[in-house]
C-alpha cells in the first residue's frame, strides 16, 4: 500500500507538470510586442492602415491596434483560468484534511498552518510559477473561510479571514464555474488593488458536494509593465491604453506616472459603449481633455472588462 501510495503521489506531481507544459505550449498571448518595434509615421501609417484622419480630425482605424490589445488580454485571461480549471480536479486541491481544525487556527493563522496540507500548497506554488500574471493562489471553504493561501507568507498578512461577501467567490458559487472577479483591495496589509479568477471544487468524496473555491489573483502590475513596454508614441505622443473592469475602474495603464493612482472610467461614452457589448471610437473627454477613445469588450468568464485606447483629437 505504501508504494501504491508513492507512485500515486508521483503520477499525481508528472500530471501538474504536463499540464503546464502543455498549456505553455497550446494557450499563449498575442505578441503584441511586434506590433509597435518601428514608430508609424503619417506616411507609413496610411499604409499599414492602423491609423488614418478624417476631415474632421477624427483617427480612424485605431480599433485594429485595439482588437490586438482585447485578444492579447483574453488569451492571458483565459489561460490563466485553464490552469486553474485543471488543477481544481486533481486530488490534492479536491480533498480538504484540515477542514476540521480550521477553527482552531483560522482567526490567529488566517488559515490552516503553513506545513499543513502541503500537497495542495505545492499544486498552487506549481500554478504561480508556471504564470506570471498570478501572483497569489488560495482555497476557500464553502462557507466563505480561508482555508489556505500560497504564498504563506501573504497568508500572514491577512486582515479578513470571510471572503463569502466578494464577488468572485460568489461567482464561482452561484455560475457553477470558472468566474473573473472585478478590481478591489486586497485583504492583506499592503491594500494592493488586485481581481480574482475562481473556480468551484468538488469534494474528492462526493463529486456532487462543493468542497471550495479555488482562485488566484491577477498582477495588475505584470499587465501595465506590458503595455508601458510598447512603442505607443508610433501612434503619437499622447496615446494612452488602460484596461477597465466592469464598473470602469483602472487594472492595468500604458501611462507610468499615473499607473498606481486609482482612476474611473465609468463616466466615458466609450466605456458605456463597450459594457454593452460595442466595438469602435468615438470623440470624448477624458479629464476634460478631448480624446479619440476606441473601446472593445473583453468578454471572459461570465465578466467584461474594457480596453481603451485614448488619443488626442485634432478637433481639440
Known amino acids: ?56 480630425g477624427t483617427y480612424n482605424n485605431i480599433s485594429l491596434i485595439t482588437n490586438i490589445l482585447v485578444k492579447n488580454l483574453e488569451n492571458r485571461i483565459h489561460k490563466a483560468g485553464a490552469i486553474l480549471e485543471i488543477t481544481s480536479k486533481l486530488p490534492e486541491v479536491r480533498d480538504v484534511p484540515y477542514e476540521q481544525s480550521l477553527n ?79 478590481v478591489h483591495n486586497t485583504a492583506a496589509a499592503s491594500g494592493e488593488r488586485t481581481a480574482k479568477i475562481s473556480v468551484p471544487v468538488y469534494s474528492l468524496k462526493d463529486n456532487s458536494t462543493v468542497a ?37 475602474q483602472k487594472i492595468a495603464d500604458s501611462d507610468i506616472n499615473k499607473n498606481t493612482i486609482p482612476e474611473s472610467f465609468s463616466n466615458l461614452r466609450g466605456f458605456k459603449a463597450a459594457i454593452s457589448g460595442q466595438t469602435g471610437s468615438m470623440i470624448d473627454k477624458v479629464n476634460n481633455t478631448k480624446m479619440v477613445v476606441a473601446y472593445q469588450p473583453v468578454n471572459v468568464f461570465h465578466n467584461t472588462w474594457v480596453v481603451l485606447l485614448m488619443q488626442m483629437s485634432i478637433a481639440s
Open 104 to 182: 482552531q487556527t483560522l482567526n490567529s493563522l488566517h488559515g490552516i498552518p503553513q506545513y499543513a496540507d502541503i500537497e495542495k500548497r505545492q499544486v498552487g506554488s506549481n500554478v504561480l510559477s508556471s504564470n506570471n500574471d498570478l501572483y497569489e493562489i488560495f482555497f476557500v471553504m464553502p462557507n466563505g473561510n480561508m482555508y489556505l493561501l500560497e504564498p504563506y507568507s501573504i497568508q500572514q498578512t491577512l486582515t479578513l479571514n470571510n471572503f463569502a461577501f466578494r464577488d468572485y467567490f460568489q461567482g464561482a458559487i452561484n455560475t457553477n464555474d470558472t468566474f473573473l472577479g472585478d
Open 1 to 56: 500500500m505504501k508504494n501504491k501510495s508513492k507512485n500515486d503521489k508521483k503520477l499525481s506531481k508528472f500530471k501538474i507538470f504536463a499540464i503546464f507544459i502543455f498549456l505553455s505550449l497550446s494557450i499563449s498571448a498575442v505578441n503584441i510586442q511586434n506590433m509597435f518595434v518601428e514608430p508609424i509615421t503619417a506616411q507609413t501609417a496610411n499604409n499599414t492602415n492602423y491609423i488614418t484622419s478624417d476631415s474632421s
Open 212 to 248: 471550495g473555491v479555488w482562485a488566484s489573483s491577477i498582477d495588475f502590475n505584470v499587465l501595465s509593465k506590458e503595455l508601458q513596454s510598447l512603442n505607443l508614441t508610433s501612434l503619437g505622443d499622447s496615446t494612452r491604453v488602460v484596461y477597465v473592469d466592469s464598473k470602469g
